[in-house]
């Protein structure tokens, strides 16, 4: 089994009103042989019997890199994500059903995505604590997007990266936000009853919060965000989605490509600030080769 074989939760739709031509792009773009080969070798063999020790195991695989992530991913028990039935497999590097046909990510996919994304957080937050030292000390807050709540896992995990509570963000990061949406409202309740069994401390702080929302659309009266996940796969790229990024540094993690399909899990970053949209302004990087299901419309 390989990385090309992994589904992980849907979540709000993007339309297929997106004037980017995903295959021509496809097309022009190569990933590296190498990158994905390793990848694939460390996939799926990470499965632990606690949390700490399936933490572990994606560190020893090199898929959990920095200590900041591998941190955040130990406050977080994948346990309350997931359902009842499955709980015996709460820490099996591999999906899980979640209910109304979703499911989980594998923990080599989050962490991956945490990774990728980690960086673009680590000099956002180095931006603000520079501004603030010339604002008496006034600080801008990181804020990520997550779309697909799902189970809520993800979203719990990048909020004690950003936590705003009495423990603090994860060094060396800033205080943030993290808004999670899903398009099924039972998957927001879902979300927010297992954030409550032992994160309760993020909601309270206003740190975490989740809502019901086309992913497609956004969130765009919170925008613009440090980074965007999203946790399905859209045919095309999602361009009003993209331009809620913020401009010179905002990173976007998503799987692109038809339902059953080739698809490739992409590093969007945004480099120029343009009122309409222009590919060019993007630096668009794929990373490997997944499955993901696909998003679905509202």
């Not at 021509?24 to 990848?39: A, F, N, R």
């Not at 008496?136 to 990520?144: A, H, M, N, R, S």
């Not at 979300?191 to 309270?204: G, H, P, V, Y």
Request: charged share 20%; net charge positive.
């Amino acid at each position: 089994t390989t990385p090309v074989q992994n589904m992980i939760s849907p979540s709000s739709s993007p339309s297929s009103s997106s004037s980017f031509n995903f295959r021509k792009y496809l097309l022009s773009q190569k990933s590296s042989p190498s990158d994905s080969e390793t990848t694939q070798m460390r996939a799926w063999t990470c499965s632990g019997r606690t949390q700490s020790e399936m933490v572990e195991k994606l560190s020893l695989a090199k898929i959990v890199q920095s200590p900041s992530i591998k941190k955040a991913l130990l406050c977080v028990d994948r346990a309350n994500y997931v359902t009842q039935g499955v709980i015996r497999d709460a820490y099996t590097d591999a999906p899980q059903p979640i209910g109304h046909g979703q499911t989980i990510s594998a923990p080599h996919m989050h962490a991956h995505a945490l990774e990728v994304i980690f960086p673009y957080l680590l000099t956002e937050s180095d931006k603000i604590r520079h501004v603030a030292s010339k604002l008496d000390g006034q600080k801008d807050e990181l804020k990520i997007l997550d779309v697909g709540v799902g189970s809520g896992y993800l979203t719990a995990t990048l909020g004690r990266l950003v936590n705003r509570g009495k423990d603090g963000p994860v060094p060396p990061l800033v205080k943030g936000r993290v808004f999670g949406i899903d398009v099924i409202p039972n998957l927001v309740n879902l979300a927010t009853s297992n954030i409550q069994k032992s994160d309760q401390d993020l909601f309270d702080s206003g740190t975490v919060s989740v809502q019901v929302g086309d992913g497609w659309k956004g969130l765009p009266s919170e925008a613009p965000f440090h980074a965007i996940h999203v946790g399905a796969a859209a045919p095309q790229f999602p361009e009003a989605l993209m331009m809620q990024l913020k401009p010179k540094g905002g990173v976007m993690v998503i799987p692109i490509g038809p339902n059953g399909g080739i698809q490739q899990l992409y590093r969007i970053e945004r480099q120029v600030e343009r009122e309409n949209f222009n590919k060019a302004d993007f630096d668009i990087k794929p990373l490997l080769g997944v499955r993901y299901v696909p998003l679905l419309h509202p």
